[in-house]
Nanobody
Framework: QVQLVESGGGLVQAGGSLRLSCAASGRTFSTYNMGWFRQAPGKEREFVAGIRWGGDSTYYADSVKGRFTISRDNAKNTVSLQMNSLKPEDTAVYYC??????WGRGPYAYWGQGTQVTVSS
């Protein structure tokens, strides 16, 4: 089992950048595939980015491709999401997720509590 805690959200102007981090508990973080999802008000949760347990493969939603980068540091039990060229439509609560078998769009077994990202126009 793994517990996930997101951080790094906040308010930023359109065109700006933010870096989200997700800290994972446990000694087996390196065996988990990780993903980032987001949920805007009134909308369903959607996939943003995923990375395999070894960091060798990544996958992005078309809406963020070229602007967001997912990465992980297995020595520090963290996964990050660098978000550049932010747009107002990126405003959402961002969630970190983990699963030992599935990756990409998931589904994922474990979820964090989320961190709010607000992009002003």
């Amino acid at each position: 089992q793994v517990q996930l805690v997101e951080s790094g959200g906040g308010l930023v102007q359109a065109g700006g950048s933010l870096r989200l981090s997700c800290a994972a508990s446990g000694r087996t973080f390196s065996t988990y595939n990780m993903g980032w999802f987001r949920q805007a008000p009134g909308k369903e949760r959607e996939f943003v980015a995923g990375i395999r347990w070894g960091g060798d493969s990544t996958y992005y939603a078309d809406s963020v491709k070229g602007r967001f980068t997912i990465s992980r540091d297995n020595a520090k039990n963290t996964v990050s999401l660098q978000m550049n060229s932010l747009k107002p439509e990126d405003t959402a609560v961002y969630y970190c997720a983990a699963d030992q078998l599935r990756w990409g769009r998931g589904p994922y077994a474990y979820w964090g509590q989320g961190t709010q990202v607000t992009v002003s126009s």
